[in-house]
T-cell receptor
């Protein structure tokens, strides 16, 4: 399957600072990447869809000025949490759309996630 | 839009079977199944496309009934490594924008 990496794996920051999370597709080009947020023991909540070369599409209730997404290349999307607060603490996971082998259709391959803790 | 999964949690002994259901209120183009271990990212298991697909790999199989807007994941002769939370992701348009279900926590004990 396709490999997606995220960096950093975890980050602890002080309230009011900004944090950038990188999502890379390692062995394929991804025109579309997705950013999710997951609280403990809960499902994945889609935050935004990131398209290479264009503005991200945000889900209802997600502040685009707080969660800045930049999909600068076919292998890299970044999520910047601006002026982070303790309520932003969560597990952030990106995924990239890729062709699923032997199926002939696309699915999403997930990165390992980034755990953000805001003090 | 978020599909509903059942059961919410299940505990099995090694070798037992389990069924996890995913139900949507919307017509579906495809259903994607993932398994997530604690603290890790979800891992892709399989996709089922509309048309009444059934498929499997090793001892994990799934079916998709598009008329009922439901999919089921079957785990046969469960192994300890099957433990984790299983999510279904539903695609309503074919654009691969997935809505993930509520999750089913599966625990396999010796």
């Amino acid at each position: 399957g396709a490999v997606v990496s995220q960096h950093p794996s975890w980050v602890i920051c002080k309230s009011g600072t900004s944090v950038k999370i990188e999502c890379r597709s390692l062995d394929f080009q991804a025109t579309t990447m997705f950013w999710y947020r997951q609280f403990p023991k809960q499902s994945l909540m889609l935050m935004a869809t990131s398209n290479e070369g264009s503005k991200a599409t945000y889900e209802q209730g997600v502040e685009k000025d707080k969660f800045l997404i930049n999909h600068a290349s076919l292998t890299l999307s970044t999520l910047t949490v601006t002026s982070a607060h303790p309520e932003d603490s969560s597990f952030y996971i990106c995924s990239a759309r890729a062709r699923a082998s032997q199926v002939g259709t696309d699915t999403q391959y997930f990165g390992p996630g980034t755990r953000l803790t805001v003090l | 839009q978020q599909p509903v999964q059942s059961p919410q949690a299940v505990i099995l002994r090694e070798g037992e079977d389990a069924v996890i259901n995913c139900s949507s209120s919307k017509a579906l183009y495809s259903v994607h199944w993932y398994r997530q271990k604690h603290g890790e990212a979800p891992v892709f298991l399989m996709i089922l496309l509309k048309g009444g697909e059934q498929k499997g790999h090793d001892k994990i199989s799934a079916s998709f009934n598009e008329k009922k807007q439901q999919s089921s994941l079957y785990l046969t002769a469960s192994q300890l490594s099957y433990s984790g939370t299983y999510f279904c992701g539903t695609d309503e348009t074919g654009a691969n924008n997935l809505f993930f279900g509520t999750g089913t926590r599966l625990t396999v004990i010796p």
